[in-house]
């Protein structure tokens, strides 16, 4: 296959492709295609091309990232699309070699998540109850915090749950994750009792919205937007507002940071870490394996604050 004319053909080509083949989520791709039309507009302007791009070329962009102040995370993100395009393109016979595919990363940062204590989550629970404008908000924005918290979705996921998932009160619901890939996660009872309640408001406007010859919304939390359901934006400005009611950073409250707190509430709790990767979807136990350390954390602080030996001696 000849190779394209323009750089911005061997990122959609690219990513078409992702889409085709792996089945990547539209997010990823979003991400390729943000990193990949950086690293060409840095291209060209010294007047070079994807097909002619040398290794220095690769590691001078890099370089350029550290100079303008991006994370580690953020230029590893960068080396792996540049990789990946690369990679694409030698299979695609557009050029003979990968010139990003022997370069070291910088590494991303493995940063330990900063979990919620469960009174903090308790008490985000508290105010989500009181929290909307109408009966109806309330019930779905409980709904919402019930749901993250008791199954550690991911928000892409939560927010594009169709309704069929919960109909029937049902114990586990399916979950379509990253990849496309599936997995059943348990309800708890006030996750249940709260998507109860809030199936009530939603099938009653769906109700209305028949009557006045609209379709009704197949997602659990309908929205205004394109897709159909609330965006992930408006769950982490939700969740930011509920955070400042219940006395707590906004810094520290996100829908991730909810799914960490979920994670790690298990495994204090004693759950075994492979249950743990399957609620979560993760493809490989090591990504799980980073709520270990917050447990270890968790258990030196209990040791140094209230063994007798670790304390420190009155002053006489």
Known sequence: MTAPAAMVQWISTFLEAQAAELDAAQNTRLAYGRDLKDFADWLDHRGAHFSQATRDDVEAYLVSCDASGLSKATRARRLSSIRQLYRFAHEEGWREDNPAIRIKGPGAMQRLPDALHKDEVARLLDVA???????????????????????????????????AAVRGDPRMILVRGKGNKERMVPLSGPARAAVTAWLAHRDAADDAARKAGHAPSRHLFPGTGAEGHLTRQHVHLMLKDMAVLAGL????????????????????????L?????????????????????????LKTLVLDHHPLARKPAKR
């Open 249 to 272: 950073s906004p810094g520290r409250v996100s829908p991730h940071a909810l799914r960490h707190a979920f994670a790690t509430h298990l495994l204090a709790g004693g759950a075994d």
């Open 129 to 163: 109850q009181g929290f909307g404008r109408t009966e109806a908000d309330r019930a779905r924005n409980l709904a919402l915090l019930e749901l993250v918290y008791a199954t550690g979705l991911r928000v892409s996921e939560l927010v594009g749950l169709p309704v």
């Open 274 to 298: 492979r249950v743990i990767q399957t609620l979560l979807g993760h493809a490989d136990v090591a990504t799980t394996e980073i709520y270990t350390h917050v447990l270890d954390e968790h």
